[in-house]
């Protein structure tokens, strides 16, 4: 006998043969907050996209719709954050509901999954709704076929928490530490074992780290120098919103979150929003002593131009003059959104500056901060370690080299150099120093630990790597250098 509804009697909402009522066919219910996080998860693996760049446009679209409001919003960001964050630590449980390979799933299928996994295992949203609501993101955006396959494994998963699925699918650590370590905090093993092999110690240390990785970093503002205080950032914020950085005088933490550009003083430039660790290598760089004239700075990779700001108005302070130097032609144009209303002179100018257009020995200071692989700011996008591969290291190192020769055939001697970068591997932090050093000659490096007064745990120098789970900033690293012949 033919279980299927005849032509007959398709949508009459009776089965072909039993006479029973059918289900009618219900549309799915359309939820904004999980629909606009599934279209940031869509971006991220389609175009490469950053979620921080994709999320708050969309976001604030969305508010302008009637019926989303702040909770719809922190639901959507706590989903789209939290998945990029955990992606590898849901993907082995994922693999193991599943009776294929976790490469034959539809990268859609996947995304859907694990904005489930997550809801299920790293929020408190009951197990029913959970599932319920992921359910019904499938039919929506994949189809009912679908959403039947995404249910069925989110059953599976519900079985467990999070501890009792890190058992079974995590290897021990005894056996595999660097896989364990990968498995439990969502990290890749070659990231794990970079990280690692930076840091140095035991076990404590690079699991403090990881964790690091995986918490939502606060938001910091920073007083930009000549245009206000911190301590007037600070009464605009409101103590209830806002405390006193932890190391930079110029800094302020937001503590309920929030959009910074709320605040009058993010929009009109007085203030800006740039990580503590960001703020303390250009106050190193400006601090660092030099030997005779202090009237010309160069920010010699300033896109998007946080640095080059607080630069620029500390140049200002002291009577001199800042040129920050940008290869792209559009992110020079931030450089100049970022500076404008600098109470001192200054230049914005679109340069390679692996072929600069400025004469040798011109400048007092140097600021270099290197394009990288961007490995000391995965709180901030933690879609960064799954986009970026060991290979990725073969590229940036020869410019990371060619930049910071730039750096120092550009400042004078006497003048100081500061080589930063926003990734704790060894090989874009001390193995590019020592090579350069080693092959220009006529310049030293100089102790930055003291120009980062009262910060702790900075090593043993002359250099500073700073943490996250040390310092609450990103992991930025600075060496300066001065040239001396």
């Known amino acids: 006998m033919n279980d299927q509804p ?18 009618p066919h219900r549309r799915p219910k359309k939820d904004p907050a999980r629909i606009l996080a599934f279209e940031v ?21 969305a508010r302008a719709k009637e019926g989303f ?3 719809d919003a922190a639901l959507a960001t706590e989903l789209v954050y939290g998945t990029l964050r955990l992606q590898g630590t849901y993907d082995a449980i994922v693999a193991a509901c599943i009776d294929r390979p976790l490469r034959e799933v539809d990268p859609p299928v996947l995304d859907v999954l694990n904005l489930g996994v997550h809801q299920l295992l790293g929020t408190r949203i009951p197990t029913h709704a959970a599932v319920s609501a992921s359910v019904e993101l499938a039919r929506v955006v994949l189809g009912d076929g679908r959403a039947k396959f995404v249910n069925a494994v989110l059953r599976k998963v519900s079985q467990h928490d999070l501890d009792a699925w890190l058992e079974r699918v995590a290897p021990p650590y005894d056996e595999d530490p660097e896989d364990h370590l990968a ?20 076990r ?40 006193p950085g932890r190391w930079s005088p110029y800094a302020v933490r937001l503590t309920e979150g929030g959009e910074p550009g709320a605040f009058d003083v993010v929009r009109t430039g007085r203030a800006g929003v740039q990580d503590e660790g960001s703020q303390l290598v250009a106050l190193a760089l400006a601090n660092a002593p030099v030997e005779g004239s202090d009237s010309t700075w160069l920010d010699g990779c300033a896109g998007p131009g946080g640095k080059a700001a607080m630069l620029a108005g500390l140049a200002a302070e002291r ?16 450089v100049g959104k970022a500076l404008a209303g600098n109470p001192g002179p200054y230049q914005v100018i679109a340069a390679d500056g692996t072929r600069p257009p400025w004469r040798s020995g011109t400048f007092d200071r140097v600021l270099m901060d290197v394009p990288c692989t961007g490995l000391g700011a995965l709180r901030r996008r933690p879609e960064a370690r799954w986009r970026r591969r060991p290979e990725d290291l073969d590229g940036f190192g ?29 090989a874009e932090t001390r193995a590019v120093v020592d090579d350069v050093l080693k092959s220009v000659g006529g310049a030293e490096l100089i102790d930055a630990r003291p120009l980062m007064e009262g910060v702790p745990a900075l090593g043993d120098g002359p250099d500073v790597q700073l943490w996250p789970h040390l310092h609450g900033t990103d992991a930025m690293y600075l060496a300066l250098i001065r040239r001396t012949a």
């Open 6 to 23: 005849t032509s007959s009697n398709r949508g009459a909402g009776k089965s072909g043969t039993s006479g029973k009522p059918g289900k």
């Open 319 to 334: 009577g001199a003059v800042l040129l920050a130097s940008e290869k792209q032609t559009h992110r020079a144009g931030l």
């Open 69 to 71: 409001d702040g909770r």
């Open 183 to 202: 498995v439990v905090h969502s990290h890749p093993r070659w990231v794990v074992s970079a990280l690692w092999d930076s840091l140095g110690g035991g």
């Open 204 to 243: 404590a240390g690079i699991e403090d780290l990881l964790e690091a990785d995986n918490e939502r970093p606060e938001v910091t503002l920073v007083a930009r120098p000549g245009r206000t205080t911190a301590e007037a950032v600070l009464a605009e914020v409101g103590e209830d919103s806002g405390l």
């Open 398 to 426: 020869p410019l990371q080299r060619s930049l910071l020769r730039t750096a120092l055939d550009s400042v004078r001697v006497g003048g100081v150099v500061g080589y930063a970068t926003c990734s704790p591997h060894l």
């Open 41 to 61: 998860l869509r971006a991220v693996d389609e175009r490469d996209a950053y979620a921080n760049l994709v999320l708050p446009p969309l976001l604030k679209k």
